[in-house]
């Protein structure tokens, strides 16, 4: 078993910056790659942004590239979400979650580990 923590959500004005961190413990060698998603009140849980946990490859969601970064800390089995240019609708719940396949993917269902969830609200 694979258990994240994530932290760094809080309420921010468009235009500002925050960073998310989730920290990962347990079997994380199991682990070839990690996700951030969000779901907002209504809406599905969407994908934002994956990293491979080995090479560091990433891949975006049209609506954050350029504006959000994905990046790992090995050492600390740690992955990181910059978002910069926050805008009101980047407003939800943000899931950090790991996946045991070797496939970089946005689907959600891919992933096997899911953090409890940190709140983002952006305000106009």
């Known amino acids: 078993q694979v258990q994240l923590v994530e932290s760094g959500g809080g309420l921010v004005q468009a235009g500002g910056s925050l960073r998310l961190s989730c920290a990962a413990s347990g079997r994380t060698v199991t682990i070839y790659n990690m996700g951030w998603f969000r779901q907002a009140p209504g809406n599905e849980r969407e994908f934002v942004a994956g990293i491979r946990w080995t090479g560091g490859t990433t891949a975006y969601a049209d609506s954050v590239k350029g504006r959000f970064t994905i990046s790992r800390d090995t050492a600390k089995n740690t992955v990181y979400l910059q978002m910069n240019s926050l805008k009101p609708e980047d407003t939800a719940v943000y899931y950090c979650?790991?996946?045991?396949?070797?496939?970089?993917?946005?689907?959600?269902?891919?992933?096997?580990?899911w953090g409890q969830g940190t709140q983002v609200t952006v305000s106009s």
């Open positions: 979650a790991a996946a045991k396949g070797v496939v970089l993917t946005s689907t959600r269902t891919s992933y096997d580990y």
